[in-house]
Structures are given as C-alpha cells and as structure tokens.
C-alpha cells in the first residue's frame, strides 16, 4: 500500500511566522501535489512537482513556496504566515503515467492565530 | 477548459437507502475518472476509477460508469450504510505525465440509522 504521511495532523502558529508543512511517500512516486481544502472550495492546488528540485505553480502559489529535495519528501512553506491560510492542507503523491492517481496523506489542520 | 460538476449536497439518507450522487465533465480528450472519499477529519482515500469509456469502478459496495456519451459518472450505492456517511468527490484527469487532477466540490453524504 502507498503511504504518504504529513509532519503533524494539526498545527497553530502566529501571523508572521515561517511555518514547514512536510510531506513524505514511500512509494517511489515521481509526482507530488499540495492542495488546501475549504468549506464550499473544495480542493485547490497550491504547488507541484514532477521530479527533484522541479516545482510547477497551481491554481492559488501566493504567499506559498515548496521545496523538494528528495524524490520522497516535499515540503510546503508559508513564509509569513496570516490568518487567511488557516485552512486544511493535503498532501498527495502519483507515478508519473496514467492513470496518474494520486495517493494523499492524513491533512494538517493549520489554524493561523 | 476541463471541469467536473457534481452534485451539491448536503445528502441525508437513512440506512439501506440507495444513492445516487451525480457527476458530470467537460474535457478534451479521454480523460481518467475517479471518485475520491473523505471521511471525517481524514484525507482523501481513492474510492474506485475508471480509465476509459464505458468502464466500470466498483469498490466497497459503490460502482460508476464512464460514460462518454453523457460525459457522466454517477456514483451509485444499493444500500447505504451510518459508515458511509463522508464528503464524495469526483475528479478527472487529464492526461499528462504531470497528472493533476480536476476535483469537483464535493458531496456531503450523512446515512442515518
């Protein structure tokens, strides 16, 4: 089984504060996703990657930055946090061929006080 | 552009009752289909798929059909049960190494006992 796991299930930080929101698979997978999940939005993709040190802009980049160093492991970053990203946020990883469905983690609840 | 529409809920059902939630799409091509479950305080876990026209997904009870020439596929249940009570969403994907996924909003279904 895929397992994607995210660094903390939930997460309070100040405005202002850099905060890391990691995200690891263990399946060798060559695409990874970040999404933030809202009442009556849905799912919207913030960034994305189809390989190491490769990052692609989704629908809603602003105020967000990603890192991924290792094919496993990608990392979101908020780099001054507000109150307008507290939201849920989901990880999820593919291979990189069709059908391309994609594995997602547990979420981590941010709330940004 | 691609697009998935579902339909809106909240949805209340009582135990054994059959669902039906709606899903329509726009796109070029012959895209992926998937139906994607969220239950309460989770991440999405994928339901079942579908990769071409006139495929059947089923998993747990739930089937859906690729239909092309209604650009449709209809999540059905015979007999719902308290334990299927989650959000629903329907995504496509359009093709592409990169995989990203289309999603619509989500269908809130709540089964009462």
């Known amino acids: 089984d895929v397992k994607v796991t995210q660094s903390s299930r939930y997460l309070v930080k100040r405005t202002g504060e850099k905060v890391f929101l990691e995200c690891v698979q263990d399946?060798?997978?060559?695409?990874m996703f970040w999404y933030r999940q809202d009442p009556g939005l849905g799912l919207r993709l913030i960034y994305f990657s189809y390989d190491v040190k490769m990052k692609e802009k989704g629908d809603i980049p602003e105020g967000y930055s990603v890192s991924r160093e290792k094919k496993e492991r990608f990392s979101l970053i908020l780099e001054s946090a507000s109150t307008n990203q507290t939201s849920m946020y989901l990880c999820a990883s593919s291979l990189g061929r069709a059908p391309n469905t994609q594995y997602f983690g547990p979420g981590t609840r941010l709330t940004v006080l | 552009g691609n697009s998935v529409t579902q339909m809106e809920g909240p949805v209340t059902l009582s135990e054994e009752a059959f669902l039906t939630i709606n899903c329509t799409y726009t796109a070029t091509g012959y895209p992926s289909l998937f139906w994607y479950v969220q239950y309460p305080g989770e991440g999405l876990q994928l339901l079942l798929k579908?990769?071409?026209?006139?495929d059947k997904g089923s998993n747990k009870g739930f089937e859906a059909t690729y239909r092309k020439e209604t650009t449709s596929f209809h999540l059905e249940k015979g007999s719902v049960q308290v334990s299927d009570s989650a959000v629903y969403f329907c995504?496509?994907?359009?093709?592409?190494?990169?995989?990203?996924?289309?999603f619509g909003k989500g269908t809130k279904l709540s089964v009462k006992p």
């Open positions: 399946m060798d997978h060559e695409n």
């Open positions: 995504a496509l994907n359009y093709g592409g190494s990169q995989g990203n996924l289309i």
């Open positions: 579908a990769t071409k026209a006139d």
